[in-house]
Each structure stands twice: as C-alpha cells, then as structure tokens.
C-alpha cells in the first residue's frame, strides 16, 4: 500500500475546475452595497431642512451670540471671496426661511476680509479648512466603483466559469493533453493486440507520413474504436498519440450540443480548425453516438439542432485534406446508431473492434495494473485471469484495486490471494451479507445450492469444475454454487448446453425430493433455464426443426426502424418452438432427478457440510461423492495454476453466436 501513497505524492492533483462564488462573500458585497446606498441618499443633512440665509443675516445673529456653532468652507462659484457658510442656532430661536421652521442655516454669497474677521472673533466658526480635490473625487468615484465591483463578481465571473463567457459559446471546448503528464504508450494498453496492429500504421504516418505519400498512398481520415465499455477504447487513442507525440485533443460528443441554436456546428468548425494550426494531431471524440446518431429517426423526426452539428461535422471531414497530418479518432459502444454517412469511406472509412479480453489479453491486464499494487508471493495472476470470464480492462482494474483495498482493511501489508479471490467475488457476485435466516430457510438454501453442485460433479467432464459451495447470501442471492473454467471456453456444443440445462433445474429438483415443497428461490435458474433452451431452438438450430432462426426482430422505431414489426414465423410454427423448448427443459429435468435420487445420501452429506461450514470447497464435494464423507479439513484453498497459454493457439469463433453470455460461467444460482 505505500505505493499508492507515494503515488499520489508524485502527483498532485491540478487543474481542478474553480469552485464556484461562495454565497458568503455575495452576502458580504451586498451588505456593502447597502452600507453605500444608505451613506450617500439616507444622511442627515438630506432629511432636516434647512434654512437658507443671507451673508449679513449670518453676521448679525454672530455678533447677537445666537448662533452656536458654524463651518465656512470657500467657494469659487461666489466669487474671490466666496464662501458657504453652515451652522445652527440657539435653541430659542427660531428661523423662518421659506416657510420652513427649522434651527439650521445656509448662506452663500461673498464673505470680506472685514465680515470674515468679524465671524471669528464669536470663536462660534472653525477656521476655513483647506480644499481637498481628491478627497472630493474619491467621494464622488468609489460608490460607481463599488458597484461595478459587486456585478463583475456576481454576474460577469460566472458566466465565465459557468461558459466561458458569452462570446465563446462557439468556441471548441476539445482540451490538450499534456505529453509529458498525460502521457500513454502501448506498453500501458493490453488485452488488445489486435486493434494495436491495426492502428500501429497511423502513429507511423504521423511519424513519417512522406513514406505513405511517396506511394501514393492515403492514411485514413477517421478511425472509429467500437466495443463493450470498459474495454480500452479511450487509453488505445492516448496510447496512439503517446508513441506518435503529437498532440491530442479530447472532447465529448455531449459538448457538442447545447441550448443555443448554431452553438454545436460552430464549436466542430473550431475543433477543426485548432487540429489545422496543431498539425500532425490527433482530435478524438469520445461517446460519438450522442452527436452522430441516425439523422430523421424517431416518430417524431429527429433533433434539430444535433443534426445540424452532425452535418457540419460530415462537411468538415469530407474536406479534410489527408495530407495534413490530422486525424480524427472516435470510439463508441453502440455503432447501431450511428449515420450511415458517418461511417461511409472518406470520412470514418475504418473500424476497429475493441473486443473483451480473452484468457491471455486478461492476465496481460492484470500485469499492467498490479505494477502499482505490492502482491504476496503466491498471487497467481493466470488463475484470476481463468476466474473472470467476460470481464473488461476496467473490471479487472477494478478488482485489484477492491482486492488491495480489502488487503489495507485486513491490516496486511501485501495483497495475498486470498484478497484477490475475495474481491472477484464481490466484484462477479456482490458482497456477502451476514442476514439472519432461520434454521428452515438454511436448509432448503443448503439443499438447492447442494443439488446444484452435485449434478455439476456427476456431469461435468472437468471443463466447468465447480470451485465453491456457499449458503452465505451474497448479492441478490442467498447461496451461490460458483465454478472456474479450466480454459477459455468460445464455443458451446449441444450437449454442453444440455448440461447447463440439467445443472439449471437441480437447485429446484432438490427441494422437491427432500422438502416435498418448492420456493421461488428457482426464479433465476429457471430463466437462465429457459433462455438456454430458447437460444437452442431459435438461434443455433439444434432441435428437429432444423437449421432456421426463428428469432424474433429486435428493430425500435426510436433508432429511423419501421414502425411496424413482423413476426418471421407462423402461429403453428410457434407451437412447435414452444413444444421443443418445453421438451428440452423437461428431458434434462428428468435428468438431474434420476442423479439426484441415485446419490440421495450424498446430498444429505453435501447439505449437512454446508449447514455445518456455510462454504465448502468443490473437493469437498467429490470427496462426498467418492468416500461418503469429508476427508480433508474445510479450509480456503484456491485452483491450481494452468501452464503458460501460447497468444496464438487462442482462436477466436468467427460468429457471434456464443455472445449471449454462454462463454463463461454460469452465473451463482439463488436459493
């Protein structure tokens, strides 16, 4: 674990997004302002009238001694000798000016040499202060400047951080990755071999593009990354731009569009343009589907505004000179949707297929990424990778990261295997939950999972072993039977299918015999069931009605479908699909019931080491089978280790007709 802490001390994080305005410094300017405002129209002086005097007028009530206290400041309006004079009188008197009755004064005129001697002598009036021009500015300027201060704060930082501003709604949102901090090689990517040499020859025309020109030769304007989440797509285009170091630009489909009209086919034009001035680069646009979809589909027509961003984007491609050193690199996991003219030669004129990992492209995985993780000794990373059947480069990640996690709460100081196995579980099957079930519930659980592994171990041929019993719920389930494939399987045959089928209705088949009643703890089995027979029927053609698909259309009007859908057989026909499937199920019902009755003693056993220890291991089960009894102590153990797989003695099927979750393990069975 002290790899990941010096690993976040080599690097900070940086280039955070600013926060935004707290709502404590805009309560605070507001109070200002406020403060302002009621200095300068809520003062006294405002409020109380005045009385407005004569000079004269002021000299006699001085000499009187009724005036008790006055200001003369100069002024030039009046005047060399011009002044203002303010003050205020005695309580008991009372001026009349204007027909207003009030205490205070005002007089403005020309104030002598003589008259101005004569107010002094009262010692009633302050000397005349000296006049400050920039005092009086400062007066004047700083209540504007206050309050231009509070709206560029409240509104015009906002907007820059919210959209950068007005004026740059059209402006390309595609950010550049660093080369040195961001920087990706292909010895980083791995699982996809593959797709990193059908790419390999754009990072060498970026490279060295006159040896394509020479020949006459043109790179491909665009490469579309297609493939399951999870599985690369995006660190394959990094990795790209890493060994070609050139730089690479990465936006969003999504920042494409927005809620002003034009805005998404100014920004494409902009994107465009800055891969022109940074050329040789690479622009990638991640999610492409939230941009490119079908132009006109749905019932309703489709989204304007998209699809003028669409069209723009297509204008753009179409004109891109190939000799500029720019191309465009775009992944999606859903290539169903998208234009047709996306995907015509010229503009993405080449697809790469970014497929689960296989047996070896896994353990390459795994390798990559317990770099950063300090495994015990006896990890054995062949052994995870025959595990996790199905899983992309972001689960597995993901599962040696739950894996050291788990290690770090166990107080351990590496990662042993017993970790690893523990978070492939919880990351396959979700994690254990110690619920309270009381002794009934135990043992019908005890009894499906036990029916489940026994007809595992009386018909497998040892390429689905079974590597766990356990009545501890976990996810969705209350027990689970899980197995490890002994290889990496790509195909199914019949009577492998058959198999899974039988295996399927044990758990059922079990309460029946013993408990002489049945639970809906089966719902799983018995869809996993019924879809394994449908598929066979259906799809691959192994039932007496022959080699033809009766599957149904998948087609939605959403996607520009038709709105209708047909169904592709008659209703007669449909008898004979529900007959077969029905057949099939029930044969290998009948099955799994003759091997539990024969081995009825051996099932007591296997429910009873359950009850007992909650988890078995799949030796303990044959052990049952063969001596009658367990012979080995019931402890953690995990699969022997397979020798070393040759890349290229793995053949992949050249269909797609085991993509219905049928190359790999049976999920767990609920109980």
Not at 61 to 75: P, Q, R, T, W
Not at 99 to 123: D, M, Y
């Amino acid at each position: 674990m002290s790899d990941f802490k010096n690993d976040s001390k080599r690097r900070p994080l940086k280039n955070l997004p600013p926060d935004r305005f707290p709502l404590k410094v805009v309560l605070i300017w507001i109070a200002i302002f406020g403060a302002v405002v009621a200095l300068l129209y809520l003062s006294p002086r405002n409020a109380v009238p005045i009385a407005k005097l004569k000079i004269q007028q002021v000299i006699e009530l001085a000499d009187a001694g009724k005036v008790e206290s006055g200001v003369i400041n100069y002024d030039g309006r009046y005047g060399r000798d011009g002044a203002i004079i303010t003050g205020k009188v005695v309580k008991d008197v009372t001026l009349e000016a204007d027909s207003v009755k009030t205490a205070q004064f005002i007089a403005a005129g020309s104030l002598t040499p003589g008259n101005l001697e004569r107010l002094q002598k009262t010692k009633v009036f302050d000397e005349p202060p000296i006049s400050n021009v920039w005092r009086d500015i400062a007066a004047q300027v700083l209540p504007i400047v206050l309050v231009i201060g509070l709206l560029y704060f409240l509104f015009v930082r906002q907007l820059r951080q919210a959209g950068k501003g007005a004026l740059n709604f059209g402006k390309s949102k595609a950010k550049l990755l660093s080369r040195d901090r961001d920087k990706v090689t292909f010895s980083e990517v791995a699982g996809c071999d593959e797709a990193k040499e059908e790419i390999a020859e754009v990072v060498e025309f970026l490279k060295d593009p006159k040896k394509f020109q020479k020949m006459g030769g043109k790179i491909p304007k665009g490469l579309l990354l297609v493939g399951p989440p999870g599985t690369g797509k995006t660190l394959l285009a990094k990795a790209v731009a890493g060994e070609a170091d050139v730089p690479f630009f990465s936006i969003s489909g999504s920042d494409f569009v927005e809620m002003f009209v034009g805005v998404g086919a100014s920004r494409v034009r902009d994107m465009f343009e800055q891969g022109r001035k940074n050329a040789p680069c690479i622009i990638f646009i991640d999610e492409i589907d939230a941009v490119g979809r079908q132009r006109g589909a749905g019932l309703g027509g489709g989204n304007d505004e998209r699809e003028q961003t669409l069209n723009s984007m297509l204008v753009e491609m179409d004109g891109f000179d190939t000799t500029e050193g720019v191309i465009i690199i775009a992944a999606t996991n859903r290539p169903d949707v998208l234009d047709q003219a996306l995907l015509r030669p010229g503009r993405f004129d080449r697809q790469v297929y970014v497929d689960l990992p296989d047996i070896v492209g896994r353990e390459q995985i795994l390798r990559v990424h317990a770099r950063k993780i300090t495994l015990a000794e006896d990890v054995n990373l062949n052994v995870i990778a025959r595990g996790t059947p199905g899983l992309s480069g972001a689960d597995l990640a993901n599962l040696l990261n739950e894996s050291a996690l788990l290690a770090a709460r166990r107080n351990k100081k590496k990662v042993e295997m017993i970790d690893v196995d523990d978070a492939r579980e919880k990351v396959q099957f979700g994690r254990e939950r110690r619920r309270v079930m009381d002794d009934g519930e135990k043992k019908l659980t005890a009894y499906h999972e036990a029916g489940h592994a026994l007809v595992t171990a009386m018909l497998d041929d040892g390429l689905l072993p079974v590597h766990k019993v356990t009545i501890i719920p976990r996810g969705g389930c209350l027990g689970s039977t899980l197995y490890i494939p002994s290889k990496e399987i790509l195909t199914q045959e019949k009577k492998r299918l058959e198999i899974r089928i039988a295996i399927g209705c044990a758990g059922r088949i079990a309460e029946e015999l013993v408990l002489h009643d049945i639970s809906n703890g089966a719902s799983g089995d018995i869809r996993q069931v019924t879809k394994i027979a449908r598929h066979m029927v259906c799809d691959w053609g192994m039932s007496p009605l022959g080699m033809v698909a009766y599957g149904e259309s998948n087609d939605t009007v959403f996607l520009g479908r038709e709105i209708t859908r047909s169904q592709p057989y008659s209703e007669e026909t449909a008898r004979k699909i529900d007959a077969e499937v029905f057949r099939i199920v029930d044969e290998q019902y009948k099955r799994a019931t003759e091997i539990l009755k024969e081995h009825r003693t051996s099932l007591d056993t296997v429910a009873a080491a359950l009850l007992e220890h909650e988890t078995i291991e799949g030796k303990h089960v044959l052990e049952i089978l063969q001596h009658g009894e367990l012979r080995s102590p019931v402890v953690r153990e995990l699969p022997p280790a397979l020798p070393k797989v040759d890349e290229k003695s793995v053949k992949k099927p050249a269909g797609n007709d085991v993509a219905e979750g049928l190359g790999g393990a049976p999920a767990p069975s609920p109980a």
